[in-house]
Structures are given as structure tokens and as C-alpha cells.
């Protein structure tokens, strides 16, 4: 589950909890209409409140969240280019050592067949 995910579902959670407890204290409390009123739009500003405060909060820690992502994919995407780059450097190098080598040994090929000939007209 996503880090998105959980925030989205704490603050679900935290707004259907406070607005059911909220309520449920309200009506079971031995007051007057108006008094009751008064204590249930006191709550819902409450409530309100809270929500504006957890979103916030959620959204804070979603950036530092999303930024630490972001700095680590980019070391990543270094280290790899790097790694990439030593790996194809080490090629090259083989590849050239084995060109040399096989420069050599045809030289060397030369060399023993000229002797052949030599030889082999005397």
C-alpha cells in the first residue's frame, strides 16, 4: 500500500471517527435544543479543524517523503551511469588488448612463414 494511500485513509478514518464521536457524545448529553445545537456546530467547526490540521500534515510528510524518493532515484540514476560507464570502459580496454594480441600473433605468423620460405629455397 502506498504512503498516498495510508494518508488518504487516515484522514477518511480520522473525519468519519470525529464526526461519529462527535455526534454520538452530542446526542446522548442531557441538554436543550439549542443547547445541543450550539454544541453540535462547536464540534463540526471542531471537526473541521482537525481535518484542515491532518491534511495539512499528511501533505508535509507526503513532499519530504516525495523529495527523499526523488534524491535517492537520483543517486541511483549516478551510481548506475557510473557503473555503465566502468563496465564499457572495461570492454574497450579488453577489446583492444585482444586486437593488439591478435596484431601480434599475425605478426608473428608473417614472420614464421617468411622463415618457411626461406628455408625452403635454400
Known sequence: ?????????????????????????????????????????????????????????????TQEVAKTVSTHATDLVGKAKETASNVVESVRSWKESRQEEQVEAAEEVSEAAEDLVIVGNR
Open 1 to 61: 500500500m502506498s504512503n498516498q494511500q495510508k494518508g488518504k485513509d487516515l484522514l477518511i478514518g480520522a473525519i468519519v471517527g470525529g464526526v461519529l464521536g462527535a455526534a454520538t457524545a452530542l446526542l446522548f448529553a442531557p441538554k436543550s435544543g439549542r443547547e445541543l445545537r450550539s454544541d453540535i456546530a462547536g464540534q463540526a467547526q471542531a471537526v473541521s479543524e482537525k481535518t484542515v490540521q491532518i491534511a495539512s500534515t499528511v501533505s508535509q510528510k
